[in-house]
């Protein structure tokens, strides 16, 4: 009574504490700006508190809110998690699924990787806690393979210990040591001695089942030495308990009760969950020691506080336990009622084993009651289940000895490797004295003939070079000239353009802008020869001789108009570009692919010569410092800007030193550029290529 007094003071000094740092926090939270840092430290002041479910519940509903008004939709997803991690503590399932659902939603749309693998994860074990075995399992797969795509080795280990806890589950009692001993490798190589002792923890509770009662104790004290370094009580307590069920197992039951009781007080001193468990196996030990009253008080007080917390899990076991003791009292109907609740729970979590033991206990209670058509049914159903258990088990030993052996093999194979090592250093040390002077022989004659081999390597590498260079600047050479004869070229096309223009002007000039001016002197004629006589008539003339004049300027403004449209009907940009291409590609060393878009419509004239210059310009320059074999030249016209890129795969150079050259290649391209108020990029780096980008206004 004293000591239940002092744990109750104990317990309300501990929550005032608490309390009071939290109105402390708050209190220091609403002073804060609401922000996306304000949504970070609420959802990590939400999980440092994640055991207090009020406190908690505070933090992760203000970071719910204040990211909500935020749009911050990480900050959002995470205070879902929060939620849902208390509504899974409070076997809430279906609260819980909606809150990691819809945070796992969020996440996929904003393809956060490490969010989506930690919904499916929390996923997988509320679908495991509701015996939806099928849809955690697919749950934690996917979160393995995201896990692998993100390379986070801890969270993996968890999955795989997750994914060994569901087949356990599902009686894959080989599948589920497999899953185990993955977890566990990695845990032990991350060197997370708190990890590692959890998972030592559910090797050991699975070679319980198995059995295997001596390998379970092992794997178990290892778990016990680790959670006592970290001072993990809440594992702690899951050790004494899985070590009472060993001890028990093996006949030991004062020893059972012991660590039992351990476990049970750990969970009242630090309010942990799961007491119902320890106190169902605290009464299976007294009813193994026949006190069997105090044993049924024991599976009462575990149905009571199961109910409370909704652990159908320990009801099953607890209404088989408190069914079995009535059997044994003779209380045959009493004991098929909780024998039956039990059998629904076992079917309904696939629990097969412990199915086995309950269709066996119902068939002997019917044969009591001597309704032996209801025992053989049940009878019948046990015989089915067991050979099905007994092949999980022979699966499930088999799967554990090749794991086994596969470890031994490994030891034996490095212990091989290291007396092989041995001896040969044992070799080498008798040897090393004899062989001193032929090592030094042999090492020098290999040091030369390597020497020899480098400088001859050199010497040809040199001259290769060399002759790579006389034939590269002779390629240039010849690219260059090509590229001044389609110069040459488009020059004299453009001059005989020209002279034709000129004659087609003259002839115009002659025939219309010639006989305007002819009527103009005639008028003007007739005017002097009456100026006195006919004013009004002469003012006619004169008006006349006007109108002619401003005719014969549109005639002029008509014929220039002409003279230009002519030009570019017969120099069209496009039709020039693909002319340099075919002259170009004749050369073995430069390949030119051409590429344009929107040029339905012809460009102004002067636009299109400067055009041609920078392209001319632009290729002038990659055939003389670019060593490129590849150039692709594409041009796109749309509404507002004329795009040109010119890209090769040459060695590139260092755009930042331009200013420092003195050559006049680039500036002109930019002098051009500037007067098409355009913009020039240049993207280039030494061995990546360049790639220069020219935007003009169409306007």
């Not at 039956?340 to 068939?363: H, M, P």
């Not at 089915?384 to 554990?400: C, G, H, P, T, Y």
Request: aromatic share 8%; with cysteine.
């Amino acid at each position: 009574m004293k000591r239940t007094v002092l744990l109750l003071l104990v317990s309300v000094c501990f929550i005032n504490k608490i309390a009071g740092q939290t109105d402390s926090l708050i209190n220091e939270l609403k002073k804060q700006k609401k922000d996306t840092i304000k949504v970070q430290r609420l959802n990590k002041l939400a999980w440092k508190y994640r055991r207090v479910d009020s406190i908690c519940r505070i933090f992760a509903e203000e970071a719910r809110i204040i990211s909500d008004s935020l749009k911050y939709k990480k900050g959002y997803s995470t205070s879902l998690m929060r939620l849902g991690l208390l509504e899974s503590k409070k076997n809430n399932y279906k609260n819980a699924e909606e809150y990691y659902l819809l945070s796992l939603n969020i996440e996929e749309k904003i393809n956060n990787l490490y969010g989506i693998v930690r919904a499916k994860v929390q996923l997988a074990k509320i679908y495991r806690s509701q015996g939806l075995y099928d849809k955690g399992l697919r749950y934690a797969n996917e979160s393995i393979i995201a896990c692998n795509e993100l390379g986070n080795q801890k969270l993996m280990a968890t999955i795989y210990n997750t994914i060994g806890s569901m087949y356990s589950s599902m009686n894959l009692l080989g599948k589920s040591i497999e899953a185990y001993k993955k977890g566990l490798a990695i845990r032990e190589k991350l060197g997370n001695d708190k990890q590692t002792a959890k998972s030592y923890l559910d090797i050991g509770i699975l070679y319980n089942l198995l059995k295997k009662y001596e390998k379970g104790l092992e794997c178990l004290n290892k778990s016990l030495k680790l959670n006592k370094s970290v001072s993990n009580f809440s594992e702690l307590s899951k050790v004494y308990n899985s070590l009472g069920v060993n001890y028990f197992k093996r006949k030991k039951i004062d020893s059972a009760i012991t660590y039992y009781k351990k476990s049970l007080n750990l969970k009242k001193k630090y309010a942990l969950s799961n007491q119902e468990s320890l106190i169902n196996n605290i009464g299976v030990a007294y009813e193994h020691k026949k006190k069997l009253h105090l044993s049924i008080d024991y599976y009462k007080k575990s149905i009571k506080l199961s109910n409370s917390s909704k652990n159908e899990l320990q009801l099953l076991d607890s209404y088989y336990n408190l069914g079995r003791v009535l059997r044994k009292q003779k209380k045959y109907k009493q004991a098929l009622i909780y024998l039956e609740r039990s059998l629904f729970f076992s079917k309904k979590y696939k629990k097969d084993i412990v199915r086995l033991e309950i269709l066996i206990t119902i068939a002997e209670t019917y044969e009591q009651l001597r309704e032996f058509k209801n025992a053989s049914i049940f009878n019948e159903k046990h015989i089915v289940l067991r050979d099905s258990v007994d092949n999980i088990f022979k699966e499930a030993q088999m799967i554990d000895s090749r794991y086994e052996d596969e470890i031994k093999k490994n030891e034996l194979l490095k212990k091989d490797k290291e007396i092989a090592q041995e001896r040969i250093l044992r070799v080498l040390e008798q040897n090393e004295k004899k062989n001193t002077l032929l090592i030094s022989l042999i090492v020098g004659i290999i040091l030369l003939t390597i020497l020899f081999f480098l400088s001859f390597k050199i010497y040809k590498t040199k001259k290769a070079k060399e002759l790579s260079d006389k034939n590269r600047k002779l390629e240039v050479q010849k690219n260059i000239e090509l590229i001044k004869k389609q110069e040459l070229k488009s020059i004299k096309a453009m001059i005989n353009g020209q002279e034709n223009e000129r004659n087609r002007i003259a002839q115009d000039l002659h025939d219309r802008l010639g006989s305007m001016l002819s009527m103009v002197k005639l008028h003007y004629n007739s005017i002097e020869g009456s100026l006195d006589k006919l004013k009004e008539e002469n003012r006619m003339h004169y008006n006349k001789a006007n109108s002619l004049l401003d005719e014969a300027c549109v005639a002029v403004r008509e014929i220039s108009h002409d003279m230009i449209s002519g030009v570019l009907t017969k120099f069209g940009l496009i039709a020039a570009l693909e002319d340099l291409q075919k002259t170009l590609e004749g050369t073995s060393t430069l390949q030119i692919e051409f590429l344009n878009y929107g040029f339905d419509n012809r460009l102004d004239n002067s636009l299109e010569m400067e055009l041609y210059s920078i392209v001319q310009e632009i290729i002038h320059n990659i055939i003389k410092h670019a060593e490129a074999e590849e150039v692709s030249v594409q041009l796109i016209k749309n509404k507002e800007f004329i795009n040109l890129m010119v890209i090769d795969n040459g060695v590139g150079f260092d755009p930042t030193k331009i200013g420092e050259s003195n050559g006049i290649g680039i500036k002109g391209i930019q002098s051009r550029v500037d007067s098409l108020n355009g913009e020039l990029l240049i993207d280039s780096g030494k061995g990546n290529g360049t790639t220069i980008t020219i935007n003009i206004p169409v306007s």
